[in-house]
Structure formats: structure tokens, C-alpha cells
């Protein structure tokens, strides 16, 4: 994907936040899709930091990635020191948890390296496995992406399956369940990014409102969101399973 890849350098940006939405009613939107699509945040970011190294340190050429390419990125996230993968199948930083998201710059130079990190520190702990409403951690850090809710309500084109449509928890898009039960997640940090706080109308959103959302309301609360990606013909459909088994 990249002429002359040497190095990849692995950062990540925590999108950690205390705030939530007001009715404990209203289908769940997990955090990461709160506020500005993420994709466009780390691009940026990114593309600032390629251009500091080619201007100010080194010559080089590269490529910027973050959830956009089929690039193994929490097994080099974890080669680059930055935590382990969790049972949940996530990155976990010692320090700053699993709600992050990584990005990477592939370069064609060779750096002073990082060592891998070399533990794994979940320990006995399966919470996150206990906790899963549709037992889609099949085994320590092996996901069943057919179960996950996540899967189920953003990435995949096909029906939920009717054995799972009473298993959402809630969830309308994505699914934090097994971060939040993470101890690890305890000391996690609200995130100082501005782009990722949420729409004061998102959060305010009730149940009532949720029900009885049209495509110019849809387009209006999630324009430039990471959500617009699932379209709103998926977010119909996720409401109807919702609404119907509660
Ligand atoms: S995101 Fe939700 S459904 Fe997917 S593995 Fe975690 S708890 Fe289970
Ligand atoms: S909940 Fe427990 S087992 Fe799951 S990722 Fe966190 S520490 Fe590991």
C-alpha cells in the first residue's frame, strides 16, 4: 500500500466522555459517534504531523491511515508499545484505556524503534465476556463480528439476524458494553478534543423523538458524524427492532 515502507509510527487519540444522553429511554449511541467523524479528526491530525517530519526533522515520504485501509492497527499499536489486546478484542492503554482511536503513519525511513508491549494485563478478569448481551467474545480476544452489535448496526448490509434483534440492549449504534465493564476504562479521561463533543440536540434527544425521526431530521443530527456512514435506511431499521422488542 505504501512504495518503500520501512516504519510505521502509531498514535492514538482518546475519545473518552463523561457526557451522555439525557433519556435513559432513547436508543444508545456509542461514544466514539457522539461527535465529528473520527476519520477526518486523526486525518488531520495526522497529515500535520507527516508534514512537521518532512519540514523539521527528516526527508521522507508517507501515508496516513486510520480505519481506512485493511491495516492490521491494534497489533502494530501494541509492536509500538502503546498497550495490549484485551479480551474485548480492543487496544488497552495502561494509562488511558480502550475508548481510543489509532492511526498511523506509514513512512519510508527507518526510526529509533519502540519495543512491542509484552504483557497482556487482563489477568483473570472476563468481564467483558460475561457482560456481552450476545455472547459475540467467543474466546479471549476472538470476536464473532456476526453477534457483535457493533458489526450489526454499522458495517454490515444484511438484516439483523432475528435471533439477535431482541439482544440490541438499546444499542442504535455501535455498543460500548464491553468497554464500559473494563477496569481499565475506570480512570479514563474525558477527551479535550473539540471536535468530539457531542450536539447538545443529539444528547437531548428522547425516545419519542427517536421514533419518530424522518431522513432531513436524521441528515441534520448526524451531518459529518462517522453515523451518516451507517445511512439512515440502517438507522430505521435498528429503531424498528429496538422499538418493537421493548
Ligand atoms: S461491542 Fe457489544 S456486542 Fe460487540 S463484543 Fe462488545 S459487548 Fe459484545
Ligand atoms: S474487561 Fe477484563 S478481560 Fe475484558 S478487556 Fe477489560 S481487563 Fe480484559
Redesign the pocket.
Known amino acids: 500500500m505504501v512504495e518503500g515502507a520501512i516504519s510505521v509510527v502509531s498514535v492514538l487519540l482518546n475519545y473518552y466522555t463523561e457526557q451522555k444522553q439525557e433519556d435513559p429511554e432513547a436508543p444508545v449511541i456509542s461514544k466514539y459517534a457522539l461527535g465529528k467523524d473520527y476519520h477526518y479528526v486523526l486525518k488531520d491530525r495526522l497529515s500535520k504531523l507527516l508534514s512537521y517530519i518532512q519540514s523539521e526533522l527528516t526527508p521522507c515520504e508517507g501515508r496516513i491511515f486510520t480505519d481506512s485501509a485493511p491495516l492490521l492497527e491494534k497489533a502494530l499499536a501494541r509492536n509500538a508499545g502503546l498497550g495490549w489486546i484485551?479480551?474485548?478484542?480492543?487496544l488497552?492503554h495502561p494509562k488511558m484505556g480502550?475508548f481510543l482511536f489509532i492511526g498511523e503513519l506509514v513512512l519510508d525511513i527507518e526510526l529509533n524503534y519502540d519495543d512491542p508491549f509484552g504483557n497482556?494485563?487482563?489477568?483473570s478478569?472476563?468481564?467483558?465476556?460475561d457482560?456481552c448481551p450476545t455472547g459475540a467474545?467467543i474466546a479471549?480476544a476472538i470476536l464473532d463480528a456476526n453477534r457483535c452489535i457493533s458489526y450489526l448496526t454499522i458495517e454490515t448490509k444484511e438484516a439483523v439476524p432475528e435471533s439477535l434483534t431482541g439482544s440490541l440492549s438499546n444499542r442504535l449504534v455501535g455498543c460500548d458494553i464491553?468497554?464500559q465493564?473494563?477496569?481499565?476504562?475506570g480512570k479514563a479521561l474525558q477527551n479535550k478534543v473539540l471536535e468530539f463533543q457531542p450536539k447538545s440536540e443529539l444528547l437531548q434527544m428522547t425516545a419519542e423523538e427517536w421514533k419518530k425521526i424522518d431522513k432531513p431530521g436524521y441528515k441534520r443530527l448526524f451531518k459529518g458524524s462517522a453515523v451518516d456512514r451507517a445511512g439512515f435506511n440502517r438507522i430505521k431499521k435498528t429503531l424498528g427492532h429496538l422499538f418493537s422488542s421493548s
Open positions: 484485551g479480551k474485548h478484542t480492543l488497552i480502550s497482556n494485563l487482563c489477568g478478569c472476563t468481564r467483558c465476556m457482560s467474545i479471549p464491553c468497554q465493564v473494563c477496569p481499565w476504562n
